[in-house]
T-cell receptor, first 116, second 114 residues
Framework: GNSVTQMEGPVTLSEEAFLTINCTYT??????LFWYVQYPGEGLQLLLK?????DKGSNKGFEATYRKETTSFHLEKGSVQVSDSAVYFC???????????????FGQGTILTVHP | DGGITQSPKYLFRKEGQNVTLSCEQN?????MYWYRQDPGQGLRLIYY???????QKGDIAEGYSVSREKKESFPLTVTSAQKNPTAFYLC?????????????FGSGTRLTVV
């Protein structure tokens, strides 16, 4: 079945540091890939997505590139801010024809804390 | 603005009591989902529905029930059979047949057993 594996957290950084959160996946075919962010006490918000190999999703300074050859979708940001402190979830959605079509499979989430 | 509304934001349940969590969307999405989130853990799928009057069990359906009588609404009942219901519950929706779309989430309901 489909699965998503994220790097172990929590991740603690100083403001303006470089961020990488690793995400690898296992899926049949060519899934769509997503990063969601969850701020304390809130629901999840879509941060960025990529729907085919070599696509780069980007939003609010965050980027992730769909790497089919390494089955990865790592999240990066060049300079984090205190306001980026949140939980980040990687997820995939299987394309038409799969048994899990339409459902998202989530990673376990990575807690990010940014200090001033 | 379109979105998903979950209510209440906080809910307290006594032992042996059933409670119902509300989820309403005005996005015209066909599919709706319920997830449970425990501290330090990821999301676990409880139930999902891809069309009105139809729903399927997710990974942890025991002790929960749902209905889908209207496209806009997908309420979740936490029954007394659910032995450890304290958690954060998230509702989501998506267009059916659009795997590149992802989900839109509500803001969640925090349920506590007292």
């Amino acid at each position: 079945g489909n699965s998503v594996t994220q790097m172990e957290g929590p991740v603690t950084l100083s403001e303006e540091a470089f961020l990488t959160i690793n995400c690898t996946y296992t899926a049949t075919g060519y899934p769509s890939l997503f990063w969601y962010v969850q701020y304390p006490g809130e629901g999840l918000q879509l941060l960025l997505k990529a729907t085919k190999a070599d696509d780069k999703g980007s939003n609010k300074g965050f980027e992730a590139t769909y790497r089919k050859e390494t089955t990865s979708f790592h999240l990066e940001k060049g300079s984090v801010q205190v306001s980026d402190s949140a939980v980040y979830f990687c997820a995939l959605s299987e394309r038409a024809g799969g048994t899990s079509y339409g459902k998202l499979t989530f990673g376990q989430g990575t807690i990010l804390t940014v200090h001033p | 603005d379109g979105g998903i509304t979950q209510s209440p934001k906080y809910l307290f349940r006594k032992e042996g009591q059933n409670v119902t969590l509300s989820c309403e969307q005005n996005l015209n999405h066909d599919a709706m989902y319920w997830y449970r989130q425990d501290p330090g853990q990821g999301l676990r799928l409880i139930y999902y529905s891809q069309i009105v009057n139809d729903f399927q069990k997710g990974d942890i359906a025991e002790g929960y029930s749902v209905s889908r009588e209207k496209k806009e609404s997908f309420p979740l009942t936490v029954t007394s059979a659910q032995k450890n219901p304290t958690a954060f519950y998230l509702c989501a929706s998506s267009p059916t047949g659009a795997p590149h779309y992802g989900y839109t989430f509500g803001s969640g309901t925090r349920l506590t057993v007292v």
